[in-house]
């Protein structure tokens, strides 16, 4: 099982602009202080093991994306939320995984012109689909043709074992 492609979000930057805080994002994840960080955490391992390691992290790091939602606080203020995805399938350790998600979540994301944010790991929790990375009102799901709802159980496939018939039909991160 891979881990999710949603990493975390962003919230109060003073921008619309995913380019702005892309770049910052990459500023941020390549900086010394990330490099120091994953050198440590491969440190204990061989070298062609350590080498491998910091190649997949690399390419990680460069499959990074934003996705900007239309968030807003009290009286319709706009407050943009940027959501930050990595393609977790180059990372196959879940703990790693873990420890490096953990990392990039708890950095500071700053730049003139937008302002200064330390983010969180944040999940909303979308009642129609499950998913985490956008709350209930920007749920893509109703808009596809043919759902029905959280409860059609022709257009959405079924867990089997132990756990109930609606819970958790989407994993974390869920891209379509």
Known sequence: ????????????????SEDLVEK???????NDITTQFIQNGVAPMGKKERDNAIRSIQKFKDSMWTELLDTKGEGGIQ?????????????NDSNAW?????HLAG?????????????TITLNHCGPCHGVDHPRGLCP???????????????????TGR????????APGFRF
Do not use: V
């Not at 873990?98 to 953990?102: A, C, F, G, L, V």
């Open 24 to 30: 910052c994002i990459q500023d941020t994840w390549n």
């Open 107 to 119: 950095r500071s994301y700053h730049n003139s012109k937008f302002g200064h944010r330390q983010n």
């Open 79 to 91: 407050k943009p939320t940027f959501n930050m995805y990595a393609n977790s399938e180059l990372i």
């Open 163 to 170: 756990y109930p018939r609606n819970s958790g039909r989407f």
């Open 98 to 102: 873990s420890n490096i998600r953990t």
């Open 141 to 159: 799901f109703p808009e596809i043709d043919g759902w029905k709802g959280p409860g059609d159980t022709n257009t959405i496939p079924q867990r």
């Open 1 to 16: 099982m891979t881990c999710p492609s949603f990493l975390f979000a962003i919230k109060g930057l003073h921008t619309n």
